[in-house]
């Protein structure tokens, strides 16, 4: 009884306790959602670079897909102009070819008959001497 006696120290003391275990509970309260706000600042922050990326990402593609096409252009406007060089080389080639052989048909022939003077053929001889009088 004597616990009853002093009546107003423990009214006190559990108005204290149970201050403190609202305050307390409050603060947790208070403590777990910043920290959930904090997770899901962290997660916005975290997709918002992952999203930053992926299109750094992207443009970096389409720069280098532009850079690519531009040099297939370059490489296939050389290819080009060297196919119309060679091209070129060849038809001369052929006309300079078309001239040899035409001047030489008029030395071989005969300007009276138009007959060849000479047959084409091996310069060489081979199984004759080149000079049967020298004996080589």
């Known amino acids: 009884m004597l616990i009853f006696a002093e009546g107003p120290a423990i009214t006190s003391m559990v108005i204290v306790a149970l201050l403190a275990a609202t305050i307390t509970f409050v ?29 750094s990402f992207s443009s970096q593609f389409s720069r280098m897909e532009v850079r690519l096409h ?24 052929d006309r300079e070819i078309a001239r040899l052989q035409d001047l030489l048909k ?19 001889r081979i199984g004759r001497p080149a000079f049967p009088d020298c004996g080589l």
């Open 27 to 55: 603060m947790r309260r208070v403590a777990a959602k910043w920290i959930e706000s904090r997770k899901m600042e962290l997660q916005r922050e975290a997709h918002a670079d992952h999203r930053r990326a992926e299109e």
């Open 106 to 124: 008029r030395q071989n022939s005969n300007p009276v008959t138009g007959q060849p003077l000479v047959q084409n053929g091996p310069d060489i």
């Open 70 to 93: 531009d040099f297939s252009r370059d490489v296939e406007g050389r290819i080009q102009t060297r196919l119309a060089i060679l091209d070129q080389l060849v038809l001369d080639a």
